[in-house]
């Protein structure tokens, strides 16, 4: 960013929450159906039809509420957003206004610059704070493409109508388009832990909007803000930012107005365009919603919730590192992803040796499942199996090298460690009296230097070494080699 200025980001994020049903009826939610065909009076928005909470959504909401650091309301209004628009059939949208499910939350991310590579600087922790998080129906589609006389005809797929969605909403605390991407990295990820929602932003389950101005440094007051939306990725969301901050001190230093607008990021073109003005903008006309009771959320309901809740990334980070005694990033790793994160406390419990996990985990399973881009749960090789690998590398009958080979052949074709150390001839003597008897004959077969040796050639006990080795075909445990060549010797 340009030396003395800064910018202002806010975000917006829609969370599809993952319900089997509706937040207003019993019509399934579900991508790629018949278009039309999840659809009934409620969600139509016909005469005299009622919507009905579904109680799966409260609860899914107060899990992305608790995991975001969001105190639940005790009494919530649904509201009448009113506007017009072909995917809207009810000419309002039921959502939540001035008495949202949860609010005033604080969250800690950790956040790093990233250098012109892309790799993090410096990671460190950042807190937001998440003014809101409401819940709200979802509009139904136009749909443009692929359908006859897409020129002359919009098509319209209610499938989607009524499916619920939390809306997250932070005050405008980032200053770098980094933050924000690390910001909602962490929602995305969070949200899936707790299984509150797919967060899947390819499939539009998951929808960021960010209101970026910019200001000089030390200014109080907010300049105009643009508001971007149609960002498809977490990483199309920070170049636009990132373009929409350059675009905006431009304009100031140059003397031109930056006007309050919505702009959306023009994938090919690598930029920002105008969407629409602040002209156009709407007046919603809210008012709390006639057909449905204020939503009432107990102390014993939330309790619940949270006992039935997975350990958050972070409480399980810091245990891992407390309990385990992982290095700060390794533990950052493993809770990366919850799969790996529980793969990993199954081979510690096994192995008991969960520093030497770890690093098994982190170093080559993590690249045999780079090498194969299968996720954790896709694999071959359950925890136990690693497990047994790590302990049979740990008692010192096979080397580390040999294990890697190993591991690379269980990934490949699901067998055991053991299988594919007796396949591969892997097994080292480790039996004192078998590496004797060899000792004993290396000894006689070369007097010479034993004598040499006992005479004060202590260079020449490499050589008895390889000997041995070279007898026993490498299979010689080198540890169990030595202690007897010096005994011996
Ligand atoms: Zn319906």
Redesign the pocket.
Known sequence: MKQGWEAVIGMEIHAQLATAT?IF???AVETGGEPNA???????GLPGALPVLNQRVVELGARAALSLGLEIQETSVFARKNYFYPDLPKGYQISQYDRPFSANGQLTIMTAERDEHGRAEQWQPMTIHIQRMHLEEDAGKNVHEGLPDVERFSYIDLNRA?TPLGEIVTSPDFRTSWQAYDYVNHVRRVLQWVGASDADMEKGNLRCEANVSVRKVGEAEFRNKVELKNLNSVRFMQKAIEFEIERQIAAHEAGEAVNQETRLWDEKNNCTRVMRSKEDAHDYRYFPEPDLQPLVVTSEFIERVKREMPELPDTMRDRFIEVYGLGYGEASQLVADKDLAEYFETVARFTANPKLSANWILGELTRELNNSGKHITKILVTAEDLAVLIKTVESGAINNNQAKEVLAEMFGSGKTAPEVVKEKGFEQVSDVAAIEKIVDDVMVANQVNVDAYRGGNEKLFGFFVGQVMKASQGKANPGVVNEVLKRKL
């Not at 999840?38 to 139509?44: F, I, M, R, S």
Request: glycine share 16%.
């Open positions: 509706k009826c019993g019509c999840n659809t009934c009076p409620v969600c139509l009524g």
